[in-house]
């Protein structure tokens, strides 16, 4: 099975009002299968769920936020998928700069995430689609 790992911002415009919602939506249409979580991506988008800032003012419950998440694994295309032991490798290979850069760190993960389990990420960044093999929505 080929994967999509849609990155932390494409779940959150998946789950709440986002000015991205619909490219989000319009991709999510289209899948036929192959969807995944990986912890990254769960801790990320239930984080997003809790925190006042991005759910204008409005956060929601820890218990909400699960529920939210359980809606997405309760649809068939969906799966949570287990860190692949040869991750180190690829994530060490996707995040040896020669610069600091702190931004790049949960990137690489997801980049090696995806490529260890030949899956492709899902995103909206420009800068992270760039990277290596990535649907970049618009």
Known sequence: MSWAF?????????TIEHTQQRSALDWWRQQASGIAFCRFT??????LL???????????TMRQAWKAYDR?????????????????AAFRGFSS????????????????????????????DRALGSRSPS????
């Open 135 to 138: 649907l970049l929505l618009q």
């Open 97 to 124: 700069g020669r610069h600091a850069s702190p931004k790049l760190w949960a990137d690489a993960y997801l980049l090696a995430f995806a490529a260890e389990l030949g899956g492709v990420v899902i995103t909206f």
């Open 72 to 88: 997405f694994l309760n649809d068939e295309r969906v799966e949570f998928v287990a860190e692949p032991p040869s991750i180190d």
């Open 42 to 47: 769960q801790l990320g988008l239930l984080r």
């Open 50 to 60: 809790t925190t006042s800032g991005v759910m204008g003012g409005q956060p929601l």
């Open 6 to 14: 849609p990155d932390i911002n494409v779940w959150l415009a998946l």
